[in-house]
Nanobody, 126 residues
């Protein structure tokens, strides 16, 4: 069984940077590798793909308004995946979730991920 625990959220001001962490415990059947993704969901909106990174060092970059500002990084030695967020904007306010699948292919579809964390809230004041 795989468990994901996010941390690092909080209240920041527009323009600030923040780094979220997702600690992965357990392994499940990861013989085929893994992909870890970040999603976010603002109040009243649908869940949105942020970025993803895989065990083969594949990276799916953030799109839209997050492009160039958000990036994912995996530290296998620490079983941790990070989301680095720079130049934060008020519209980045959301609950951020870490997700994982035991396939080394990134996907932007949240339904493709098997394991989910509880989320960490990021609030950006303007």
């Amino acid at each position: 069984q795989v468990q994901l625990t996010e941390s690092g959220g909080g209240l920041v001001q527009a323009g600030d940077s923040l780094r979220l962490s997702c600690v992965v415990s357990g392994d499940g059947d990861s013989r085929s590798g893994w992909s870890a993704a970040w999603f976010r969901q603002a109040r009243g909106k649908e869940r949105e793909f942020v970025t993803a990174v895989s065990s083969t060092n594949g990276i799916a970059y953030a799109a839209g308004s997050m492009k160039g500002r958000f990036s994912a990084l995996a530290d296998s030695a620490k079983n941790t995946v990070y989301l680095q967020m720079n130049s934060l904007k008020a519209q980045d306010t959301a609950m951020y979730y870490c997700a994982r699948r035991n396939v080394a292919v990134n996907t932007r579809n949240w339904g493709d991920y098997t394991y989910w964390g509880q989320g960490t809230q990021v609030t950006v004041s303007s």
